[in-house]
C-alpha cells in the first residue's frame, strides 16, 4: 500500500457571487515553486466559471482573484465552464475544459500565452446526438466492446429522448499529455464508462467525420475501461499524465456503486512511454478514498477528484475537489508509488 497524507483544504466557497456555492475540481500547473491553480467557481444555481488562486509551495496560497479569470462567453458553455486541465505544450498553454449548456456537456479548448489573455476554440469532442453514436459504436462488429458503451442510448430511448437531435454525446475528463508523443498531441477523453486517447497532428483534424471514423472503432481507442469494485460504475481522467522513467503515471476517478450511492475514489495507472494507448499496470485498490467529513459531505457526497498535481523532489501533491465543495490536497512519495504499479500485473 501506498502511504498518503492528506494535508486537508486549502480553498474554500466564499462570499464572492462567482464562488459563493463551490470551489472544487482545479487545474494545476506548476512553475518552479510557484504553483497556478484555474479552478471551478460556482454560483448559487450551477453557474460555473474558471477561478484562480496562486501559491508558493506545494500548499501556501499567496493570491486570489476575486473575480473569475475566464467566464461563460457563448451558448455551449452558458451553464458552465467546469473542471479545467491545464498543460504548457512548447510556448502556449492549452486548458481543457467542460463545457456545460444546461443540457449537454462536452469538451472545450481555451489557449493561453501568459495566462492573463485567453482564445477560445470552442468544442473539440464529438458533436453528434445519441441515435448517430449507436449507430457507429454498433456498425462494425466491436465484438469486445464493454455493454456500457451502449447504455446511454438505451437509457434515453426508454425515457424516449434517443432521437433529439439537440441532446449530444457527452465527452468529459480532457486532459492532455504535457508533450507531444511521436510528432503528436495526445489527449484522453472519457465516453462513459471508460478512458478512450486521442492523438493527432493539429487540432483541425478534429471534425465531425474524423470523429465518426473514431467511434466506428471505438474499442481500439479504449485505454482504461472499469476493472475493480471501485471503479466498477465508470472511469475519468484526472490530473495531466506525469512522465516517469517506467510509464506515463495516471490518477485518475474510479466510481464505485454502494448501497449509499456513488463513491469517487482517486486511482492509479501506469501506461507505456512511446506507446500511452497501452496499459502497463494499474493499482487494484485507491490510492485514497473519501474519509474525512469534508470528502464525505458536501454538494456531492463521498467524492474526491483528482485533477491536478505538483512535484517537489519525491513529494507528489495531488490536488482535488472534496464532495463538490472545497479544494484539498494529499501527498505522498512517487517513488513509493512508482514501486506499488510496477509490483502490479
Known sequence: ????????IILSPTENEFENNGVFNPGIYQEGNIIHILYRAVQHGNYSTIGYAKMEGPVKVTERKQQPLISRDFDYEKHGMEDARIVKIE??????????????????????????????????????????????VACCNQDNLNPKYHQYYNLFAQIGLADDKFRLLRD????????????????????????????FDDWKE???????????????????????????????????PIETEFGWLI??????????????????????????????????????SPTKQWEIKGEVNNVVFPTGYSLFGDDLYIYYGAADKHIAVAKMSLKELLLELRKQP
Open 172 to 199: 468529459k475528463d480532457v486532459v492532455l499529455f504535457p508533450r507531444k508523443i511521436n510528432g503528436k498531441f495526445v489527449l484522453l477523453h472519457r465516453i462513459w464508462p471508460g478512458i478512450q486517447i486521442v492523438q
Open 206 to 240: 478534429l471534425t465531425k467525420s474524423f470523429w465518426e471514423e473514431y467511434l466506428k472503432n471505438i474499442v481500439k481507442h479504449i485505454v482504461l475501461d472499469p476493472k475493480d469494485i471501485f471503479e466498477v460504475d465508470y472511469i475519468g481522467a484526472g490530473a495531466p
Open 251 to 288: 490518477i485518475y476517478h474510479g466510481v464505485q456503486e454502494a448501497i449509499t450511492g456513488k463513491i469517487y475514489h482517486a486511482k492509479a495507472a501506469l501506461l507505456q512511454l512511446d506507446k500511452p494507448e497501452i496499459e502497463i499496470s494499474r493499482l487494484p485498490y485507491p490510492l485514497f
Open 91 to 136: 510556448d502556449t498553454y492549452y486548458i481543457t475544459y467542460t463545457a456545460y449548456d444546461g443540457i449537454n456537456a462536452m469538451a472545450a479548448l481555451a489557449t493561453s500565452k501568459d495566462l492573463i489573455h485567453f482564445e477560445k476554440h470552442g468544442i473539440i469532442t464529438p458533436r453528434i446526438n445519441y441515435h448517430e453514436y449507436e449507430n457507429f
Open 1 to 8: 500500500m501506498v502511504t498518503i497524507e492528506k494535508l486537508g
